[in-house]
């Protein structure tokens, strides 16, 4: 597998909004994303559209700018069919796509897909050796382009920089980012997830945190890794109405000013990022695009301005 080979630039954007959105209304939105200077553009796998026809959509819709999964459910397909989905849209827009991969979660494998999760790291990494051995016969690259895993602990990690280019965390402080690199070594690309608002009124900020935070501190793999940092159980469900104190949801979402915002971007390259993933919470799809177009001057050197 190469390495490094998917130049994401500094910052992408890293959003779940556009499934809420027609997906000609989706390229558009990314076009503009291209335009304000942001480097990629992450997209999720939960239960929503397939993730790599929105892909090929959005990098046809584009020139520049770069697509990553963030990431794409190893459970949904074979070792096979995803290594060949992976060369195939690198046939069509080569260096253009990055394949995030990870284990997802185990409601979403066993209660929805209906898959064994008893075993998640020993089958990401059969999985991963599968990939790399699978036929294809088919015009296009023989040889696996870059991947990177959805990584938090430390075992993961250590996969991610032994079996790919590296990792993909999300939800994560830069104090994990440092964590990572000191794990992975310095040799592995590192591209963490920041959740951001731009609002400057502390209790309106937290409440729209404490609500996008809420299904992630249900999941075992969440809220292990926030564990394994020095947080305690008080920190995640101790706070207003049995949520996480101001403590965590400071740490988790930088709010504030665009300033702020670029301030904790800056704190995940000095920890060790290669290149940090920007998610603007917001109440509506319409307000999180004009958070990219906010923030595009302080994270893309853009000179655009805010619609």
Same mark, same amino acid.
């Given at each position: 597998? %190469?390495?490094? %080979?998917v130049?994401? =630039?500094?910052v =992408?954007?890293w959003?779940g909004?556009l499934?809420?959105?027609p %997906?000609?209304q =989706? ?7 291209e335009?304000l200077?942001?480097g #990629?553009?992450w997209i999720p796998e939960?239960v929503?559209r397939?993730p790599?026809?929105a ?6 819709g584009? &020139?520049?700018?770069?697509?990553a999964?963030?990431?794409a459910n190893?459970?949904a397909r074979d070792?096979?069919?995803? #290594?060949n989905i992976q ?8 260096q253009r796509?990055?394949l995030g ?6 409601h979403l494998?066993?209660?929805?897909r209906? *898959?064994d999760?008893?075993r998640?790291? %020993?089958y990401?990494?059969e ?10 016969? @088919?015009?296009?690259p023989q040889e696996?382009?870059?991947i990177?895993?959805a990584?938090?602990g430390p075992?993961m990690?250590?996969? &991610?920089?032994?079996?790919?280019? =590296?990792? *993909?965390p999300?939800f994560v402080?830069?104090e994990?980012?440092?964590? /990572?690199?000191e794990t992975?070594g310095?040799d592995?690309a590192?591209?963490p997830?920041q959740? @951001?608002i731009?609002?400057?009124n /502390?209790?309106s900020?937290?409440?729209? #945190? ?8 249900g999941l075992?793999?969440?809220a292990d890794?926030?564990l394994?940092?020095g947080?305690?159980?008080a920190d995640?469900d101790g ?8 403590k965590?949801v400071d740490?988790?979402?930088v ?5 702020d915002?670029k ?14 993933c ?5 109440p509506?799809?319409?307000a @999180?695009?004009d958070?990219w177009?906010?923030?595009a001057p302080?994270l893309?050197?853009s000179?655009a301005?805010p619609a």
């Open positions: 597998m %190469s390495m490094g %080979s130049d994401l =630039g500094r =992408g954007i959003t909004v499934d809420a959105l %997906s000609a =989706g390229v558009e939105f990314v076009a503009e994303a335009e200077g942001y #990629a553009f939960a929503g397939d790599f026809v892909a090929a959509r959005l990098l046809e584009t &020139s520049t700018i770069k697509v999964t963030g990431i190893i459970y070792p096979m069919t995803m #290594a060369r195939t849209i690198e046939e069509a827009f080569p796509f990055l991969l990870g284990v997802s979660h185990h494998v066993e209660f929805i209906k *898959h999760y008893s998640p790291l %020993s990401m990494r999985y991963l050796e599968r990939m790399g051995k699978a036929r294809f016969m @088919a015009h296009g696996l382009p870059e990177v895993l990584a938090l075992k990690l250590e996969l &991610s920089a032994t079996a790919t280019a =590296g990792a *993909h999300y402080p830069p994990h980012t440092a964590v /990572a690199r992975m310095p592995a590192l591209y997830e959740m @951001a731009l609002d400057t /502390a209790e900020a937290r409440a729209l #945190a404490r609500k996008n935070m809420a299904i992630y501190l075992p793999n969440y890794n926030l394994r940092l947080f305690t159980q995640i706070g207003p109405d049995g949520g996480p104190t101001d965590l740490a988790i979402v709010w504030g000013t665009e300033e915002v301030a904790r971007v800056d704190a995940h390259f000095e920890a060790g990022a290669d290149h940090v920007v998610q603007v919470l917001a509506n799809p319409e @999180a695009f958070g177009r906010r923030l302080a893309c050197g000179e301005a």
